[in-house]
């Protein structure tokens, strides 16, 4: 990528304080107990937990099953996904014309429009307008990017109560954990953890059975009386729409509906890249999104709101306050082959195919947005300590092949990876290492060579019995797996010998 | 004082340096109805996809038969008020069933926290997806979300094939510049985000009745 297209934002979201001492992991430049350390450290145990593999194993086939069933109502889904991708399209190349039309309209209905450079601006403006009201809770249904700017933490150092409403947001929140997933946050967690988890922080006197039903009615219990006595509603939007200048919030719970519906005050956080250009384009979007984020037809509640109450309506806040997020995405524009990242609707479908994610979970990634998507926007969004997860990939493509706005996902990942070592963020080592390899790669003789010396240096290793010494090259591979057998020929020699004919 | 928004022209200021860069041109959008199959008959159509998002539908032929149904349903709830959208059929409706409940008229205010049910019209019925189109007229934000039980009644005039045209007539009606508020209602509260098993009424009604009299 040529210097006159920086994809790295222009004020980076964290300055970072003075760099801890270096080490070398797989080609990146590494600080002890950076990200990079951190996810290796975490990927590495996760992927060894059985119990954990099977509980992802079993959502992503129920997951796996309902979208299926849901591609099958569409008449053509790779049509569909062509018009959002287009719609998409349509709107992050107008983005300007289309943000100040939403502007524009929510304005008219005596609604109030923020735009926020960074995570700070957004989080001050927040907690400055909770300030001037005296409030003292606030509900949120999800949202990703107010976890992405920290929001909870900075309403907590006011004295600000913040209560998750979405079921699952709210375990995770019980848990003081991040969101395992953006469509489904407690998806790690068996009915036995929440249950336990329940009757230690919402009723002592809940019943052993674990019965979901029941849990579910615990939550709904205490939330209750947060959505009626909290004096401020936080949501997110999925879609911003600037024709009639509404947000749009797909929620199946009902959380999103009564945060926005019965406090005084609701305010919107959302992303800039939201912004669709017309009312119309939820005819595909709704759909889309759902058979993509959990297989079903349509959301249950699709909520358009574009401003306070209005004269003669029952009910209603009376402010309404939208903050628009650019934090890094803008910088993003100016990639002519990465700004489709924009385009994503946070469906969630690239982490639940990614055979990576599945393996490592969602809270290995160390960031808001884990999978595929996350991999390619973190390092944008909070700089180069992040480019380690671009190479959480296994370049298999499935990601790209699901994704309902046909981002070209792997394919980023390897232009991250390039942009990476252009900008000199990989140890020298690493480059060192690639360059052996490319050159072997090109060279027949030198490949053989390597090959031979590798079965023979192995056999003579193992036969002495070194195999996992800290002289077996082969050690980190063979920790967590069956070791690898050795052939006795190359497979070029096995391929003269005849295997090429059978 | 509200914050200043100092960022405002450095954000779009960003957006339109980076838009200067030019990308490939698009590829032509498909047409809607290369993606959805034309809904063939959309009464039918909405009956099996409102089953299917765990709806109860009535079809009934005249007002005293929709009475009589709206009599039904409040008997298999538990005592207390019912909040109701004030609207001439509505109070016709009611007068008709003369449910012995306390009723709250959304003329007199928000629904209570305590309410039963919230009784609502609708601006639109979806064939395509099983789904009711309201707004704030249609009883407030509240009427269709604080009370275990939400029954709309509607006719079988007000079902729109699907949701472009349910959009686009609501684009062209003005609705959403004249309310703060419109929500596509596809079923009953839901959740299933305990190992993805489904539970109906997570914070919004768990009954969905749709009294749908035929025109």
Known sequence: MSSSTPTRPVEPLKSGAAPAPTLKILGQEQHADNPAQKFLRDAAQKSADIVHRDIIRRNMESYQAAHERGRARFKDWEAARRRCQEIKREAVNHLDKYLLQFEANVTARGGRVFWAATSEEACAYIVELAQRHKVKTVVKSKSMVTEEIHLSPALEKIGVTAWETDLGEYIVQLRNEPPYHIVTPAMHLMRDQIGDLFRERVDPNLSKTNDPQELVAAAQRKLRQAFFSAEMGISGANFIVADPGVIAISTNEGNGRLTTSVPRIHVAVTGIEKVIPKLEDLATLWPVLATSGTGQPVTTYGTLIGGPRQPGEADGPEEFHVVLVDNGRSGLLASAEQREVLHCIRCGACMNICPVYRHIGGHSYGTIYGGPIGSVLTPHLRGPEFDHLSYASSLCGACTTVCPVRIDLHHHLLQNRRDSVEEGHTAGGGRAQWKIFSKAMQSPRTYALGGWMMRRGLRALYALGLAGTALDPMREWSKKRAQVPLPKQSFRAQWRSGLGGK | ?215
Not at chain 2, 102 to 112: D, F, I, K
Not at chain 2, 136 to 151: K, M, T
Not at chain 2, 182 to 195: F, L, N, P
């Open chain 2, 1 to 215: 004082m509200a914050a200043s928004n100092s960022s405002r022209e450095l954000i779009l200021e960003r957006i339109r340096a980076g838009l200067r860069v030019p990308v490939a041109a698009a590829e032509p959008s498909p047409a809607l109805s290369d993606a959805f199959a034309p809904v063939e008959n959309p009464l039918e159509r909405f009956q099996t996809e409102a089953k299917a998002n765990l709806m109860e539908c009535f079809l009934t032929a005249d007002a005293p038969r929709s009475a009589d149904q709206l009599v039904a349903t409040l008997r298999s709830l538990p005592e207390g008020e019912i909040f109701v959208q004030d609207a001439p059929s509505l109070r016709r409706l009611l007068e008709m069933a003369n449910p012995q409940r306390a009723v709250r008229w959304s003329s007199e205010g928000a629904p209570r926290e305590a309410s039963q049910a919230t009784i609502t019209l609708a601006e639109a019925l979806v064939a395509q997806t099983g789904s009711i189109f309201v707004t704030a007229a249609c009883g407030g934000r509240g009427a269709s979300v604080v009370a275990p039980c939400h029954i709309v009644f509607a006719t079988t005039d007000q079902i729109v094939p699907d949701l472009y045209t349910a959009l686009s007539g609501a684009q062209k009606q003005g609705r959403l510049k004249q309310h703060s508020f419109a929500c596509m209602i596809s079923g009953s509260s839901r959740t299933a985000d305990i190992e993805k098993i489904l539970v109906q009424g997570a914070h919004g009604p768990r009954r969905f009745v749709v009294v749908l009299q035929k025109s």
